[in-house]
């Protein structure tokens, strides 16, 4: 009889311990995803950066165009990021056109919520034509309507920055 109650007792203790573990198990898959929606955008992302040596945007363009390319670190602000991953982001440029930044070989990304943040890329700028299918690409990533990627038709010459490392910085 004493063997019968030991055994309800162990059972009873087991699936309370059992209920309770999923409890907190779901407890901390909440916070978790919690805090995954809210992550710290500042940071370092891809390789360090040495944040001696920064030029404008202005100085950068101004290299592109004479040479072709530019190697080096530049400051701007991160003016919109792909929605999906945050494997592109763009910036304004002082002549009133906008530079997709892309990340070398993919192997890193920013946060997808980190618009508006003030930013320090390192990395190759150049003066590049894209293609017509890539814009259309990059239009539906940035959650463009279909009608408005489609009336994507030419290709645009442009410049655009593959980032090695990248900075973001809190905003002021």
């Known amino acids: 009889m004493k063997t019968s109650y030991l055994v309800i007792l162990g059972l009873g203790l087991a699936f309370s311990t059992s209920c309770q573990n999923q409890k907190s198990e779901t407890i901390i898959e909440a916070v978790e995803t919690e805090l995954s929606a809210t992550d710290t955008v500042p940071g370092n992302y891809g390789a360090d950066v040495d944040l001696t040596g920064v030029v404008s945007p202005s100085e950068m363009v101004f290299v592109v165009e004479k040479e072709g390319n530019f190697e080096g670190k530049i400051s701007g602000e991160i003016n919109e ?27 890193f ?31 539906e990533d940035g959650g463009m309507s279909k009608e408005d990627v489609e009336k994507i038709t030419e290709p645009k010459r442009e ?10 910085k809190g905003k002021a």
């Open 109 to 139: 990304f920013v946060p997808k919520n980190s618009q508006g943040y003030p930013v320090i890329l390192e990395g190759i700028a150049v003066l590049t034509e894209t293609d017509v299918e890539t814009q259309r690409h990059y239009a």
């Open 159 to 168: 410049i655009t920055f593959e980032a090695t490392g990248v900075v973001i």
């Open 81 to 107: 990021v792909c929605t999906k991953k945050g494997c592109w982001l763009t910036m304004d440029l002082p002549n009133g056109e906008t530079m997709r930044v892309t990340f070398k070989d993919y192997e």
